[in-house]
């Protein structure tokens, strides 16, 4: 770099920042947030890794311990509903379900009719809005867990929303869902906010679906949301002598995957489907420049009928990939060489039976396959 | 070159012992250099802020830490910088299509262009690139310190920095005789 381009640069950077006008800075909300994590961490020594689902009963009991955070103790409702409607002409539904393959430890989530799963968590202040791309075109999906003591919410000053209590895995959410239109922006009122949280939530808009289809399924979490569900590696090798790894991290972001390689990274993340939903293909490329090679790595979540995913290539060759389970979910992960690319994904069951197939496949994000 | 302006450094030092009161100052004081550099690595704005709560929410939990560290901006930034790269994965789809934020574009008709473009650059980088490139130029940081902002070797901030700077001369924003 000449240091004309090294001046330039600086300018144009300097340029950029300086012309960001932070606002007023939210000390008690930095203190709340680290108060929080105080509390968990207290909770989690208490009681030791390995042991999450008493460690997730012992964090709720340590919000319950900074009320009023916790749901009411009235009745829940039945199957875990929190709203319904129809938008678009079709018909939709929330509700917190559990999303873990039968058999696993059971783990919340709270879905739109039944598909696209964000995990949630005992946490109120957790906002999260969705959009479902053609099926509701124009139209956006929220929900807002509250405070005990409040009744509902009202969505951009008109439509108010009572809040219910639904439980999934032995907790309980004091939750109110909402559906709303993506031409304009979105601002929730809480009824009866307690001292220290917001009056109203002005909330990030999704982009418009059809637009800007890789965001469409993948809940966008606008608040804090604290707590990870889930990580663990589905797959690691050497390519041309360099190491690679593929981990999911299944949170309030969705299944977020990340391709690593020799200090490099590539990650993103796609919807969570229930175990026999639609499975969302997620493509990751990335480069290895010390050995002057790229590979893409996939990683599929699966059903819990699936006992390997064949890979064929471009080339006709093929491999023969097996799940790894991570938090009762099940996970296929491999990498593709470049020049190769997938041609081909088939699911088979123990039996070496067909169970799907497809040729649809990203070469960069994700795509959903219903198998 | 140009003297060195970290803004996060530049700040009030103001830390020394462990009470709420200390803590605020320090937040207030860092807050707006935080909100810059967390704009610089995920270019964008409500991230931005968010990710600079969370630097500061873990820096009050580690108060005690953080209050007697040698250099406490670095550790600041070694969170702010942790906060983003777990941002990046969880939003990554998000962030590459999201429309460029308003406060980009505030300001004169070739400011706007200009800065546009340099976000739209920016964001074609690695998130790795991205902040060699962000904490070099904004915040004028050495190889050492950048190495310890990101939990690297000082060879591999030389190399993602070169890497970084050949992707951008190669971006058609930065035309002729203006490339970095």
């Known amino acids: 770099m000449t240091p004309t381009e090294d001046t330039e640069l600086r300018r144009r950077v300097d340029d950029l920042l300086g012309a960001v006008q932070p606002p007023d800075v939210r000390l008690d909300r930095i203190i709340r947030r680290g108060q929080g994590i105080r509390l968990r961490r207290a909770g989690a020594a208490a009681v030791g890794a390995g042991v999450a689902a008493i460690i997730a009963v012992t964090t709720l009991g340590l919000h319950a311990s900074r009320s009023p955070t916790t749901a009411p103790s009235g009745p829940v409702t039945r199957g875990g509903f929190i709203a319904s409607g129809t938008a678009d002409g079709h018909a939709w539904k929330l509700a917190v379900q559990d999303?873990?393959?039968?058999?696993?430890?059971?783990?919340?989530?709270?879905?739109?009719?039944?598909?696209?799963?964000?995990?949630?968590?005992?946490?109120?202040?957790?906002?999260?809005?969705?959009?479902?791309?053609p099926a509701f075109r124009g139209v956006g999906f929220g929900f807002i867990q509250l405070p005990a003591n409040s009744s509902g919410i009202t969505v951009n000053g008109r439509l108010h929303v009572p809040a219910v209590?639904?439980?999934?895995?032995?907790?309980?959410?004091?939750?109110?869902?909402?559906?709303?239109?993506?031409?304009?922006?979105?601002?929730?009122?809480?009824?009866?906010?307690?001292?220290?949280?917001?009056?109203?939530?002005?909330?990030s808009q999704p982009l418009p679906s059809g637009v800007t289809p890789q965001s469409d399924g993948l809940w966008i979490n606008t608040y804090a949301v604290h707590g990870e569900t889930a990580s663990g590696l589905l797959a690691s090798g050497y390519l041309s002598g360099q190491e690679w790894s593929m981990q999911v991290m299944l949170g309030p972001g969705g299944d977020c995957y990340a391709f690593n390689g020799n200090g490099y990274q590539m990650g993103s993340c796609g919807p969570v489907g229930m175990p026999d939903g639609a499975e969302t293909i997620m493509a990751l490329p990335l480069g290895f420049p010390e050995a002057d090679i790229g590979a893409t790595g996939y990683a599929v979540p699966v059903s819990p009928g699936t006992a390997h995913l064949e890979a064929v290539f471009s080339n006709g060759s093929s491999e023969l990939a097996t799940p790894r389970v991570v938090d009762g979910r099940k996970y296929v992960a491999f990498i593709v060489p470049d020049p190769l690319q997938l041609a081909r994904l088939t699911w088979l069951d123990a039996a070496g039976r067909v169970i799907a197939s497809t040729t649809a496949l990203p070469q960069y994000g994700y795509v959903q396959f219903q198998p | 070159m140009t003297e060195p302006r970290d803004e996060l450094a530049a700040a009030p030092d103001i830390i020394g012992s462990d009470n709420g009161e200390e803590f605020s100052a320090f937040a207030l004081s860092r807050w707006p250099g935080l909100v810059r550099l967390a704009f610089g690595l995920t270019g964008d704005r409500w991230t931005a802020e968010d990710i600079a709560q969370?630097?500061?929410?873990?820096?009050?939990?580690?108060?005690?830490?953080?209050?007697?560290?040698?250099?406490?901006?670095?550790?600041?930034?070694?969170?702010?910088?942790?906060?983003?790269?777990?941002?990046?994965?969880?939003?990554?789809?998000?962030?590459?299509?999201?429309?460029?934020?308003?406060?980009?574009?505030?300001?004169?008709?070739?400011?706007?262009?200009?800065?546009?473009?340099?976000?739209?650059?920016?964001?074609?980088?690695?998130?790795?690139?991205?902040?060699?490139?962000?904490?070099?130029y904004w915040n004028d940081l050495t190889d050492a310190q950048i190495a310890a902002a990101l939990g690297c070797s000082a060879g591999t901030v030389r190399s993602q920095l070169s890497r970084a700077l050949a992707t951008l001369r190669a971006n058609p924003v930065f035309g002729e005789g203006e490339k970095p």
């Open chain 1, 99 to 133: 999303i873990a393959d039968p058999g696993y430890r059971c783990l919340p989530a709270i879905t739109i009719n039944g598909t696209d799963a964000d995990p949630v968590y005992p946490d109120p202040e957790n906002v999260s809005v969705v959009t479902l791309g």
């Open chain 1, 165 to 203: 209590t639904a439980a999934a895995c032995g907790y309980r959410y004091h939750v109110t869902g909402f559906a709303y239109s993506l031409e304009q922006a979105v601002r929730v009122t809480v009824d009866h906010p307690p001292p220290g949280w917001p009056t109203d939530f002005p909330i």
């Open chain 2, 54 to 136: 969370t630097a500061l929410a873990r820096a009050y939990v580690a108060w005690r830490r953080v209050s007697r560290a040698d250099d406490p901006d670095a550790y600041l930034r070694r969170i702010l910088v942790n906060a983003s790269n777990r941002r990046f994965r969880k939003r990554r789809v998000t962030e590459q299509l999201g429309d460029l934020p308003e406060v980009a574009v505030e300001g004169p008709a070739d400011l706007v262009g200009e800065r546009a473009a340099l976000l739209a650059a920016l964001r074609q980088l690695p998130p790795r690139q991205r902040a060699v490139v962000v904490l070099r």
